[in-house]
């Protein structure tokens, strides 16, 4: 299976309304095109995009949406769940779209197995039209995605990729042992720099949603082993998880006028934010670096 060729795929936001109950898809597309021009790819109805908040019929309308845009843009769709009949449904439901990957997560809650986990992926691959990435997210999943289960889906054909968010670099080095035919991309802002060190493909970002462009020339750096400014890059990323992601990154995009609320839906909370100044500061910082073409034209 062929690498998709985009090193910064963007974790969409889900935009809503002001009080939550319908999705805000002027705001969407504005994001959407803001991504394009930045040359990123984007991944929707991920964990940042809110998508266990998400009714099934809303799903499909934003993912069709999306697609009518017809931006110059590589789409990846998002596939949770621990149902196996539900998840199949959606990835028949995803076949007439014109999408170009999958991001799988590990089966959350029920802590598989390497088999449980081997015959999961493998029934969702057989599946799958395009490239899928499983998604590595111990914090969220309970349970790692198994090094053996990698190996044993290693030669699958529409196995592409892996996004690590194991918080350290050693799951990407068995990964790449195990499986050296399967892209890693980081799954952490703040872990680019270094996982870049060891052969990671690009980043799968949560920063890129406030700072497009910025993010995609940062990780171009790190990738050519050029990563100036780390400690202000991975500064500014600290402050986007002052609190559960997306509500800091919302806030964020609210505060600079990119979309019109930054509600979020029950479990999350708005009012677990302590401070908007913090990410102000990160921005600003991160801006002030733009306007002088720091990332663009690193000085050493």
Sequence with gaps: MKSLSTFLWTACITPFNYNGGSIDYCSLQHLLTMQAKAENGVVLLGSTGESLSLTDSEKRTLVEFACKLKLNMKIIIGVPGVNLHQTLEWLNFCKDIPIHGYLMTTPIYTKPGVMGQTLWFEKLLEKAHVPAMFYNIPSRAGVSLHVETVYNLSSHERFWAIKDSSGTVDTLIEYKKVAPNVEVFCGDDNMIHDMAAYGTAGLVSVASNAWPHVAHEYV?????????????????????FIASNPIPTKALLHDIGLIEHRTVRLPLSTQDLPSVDEIKKATEIILNLEKVNYFYHPMV
């Design 220 to 240: 171009k750096q790190c990738l050519n082993g050029k990563s100036f400014h780390a400690d202000v890059w991975q500064q500014a990323c600290k402050a986007l």
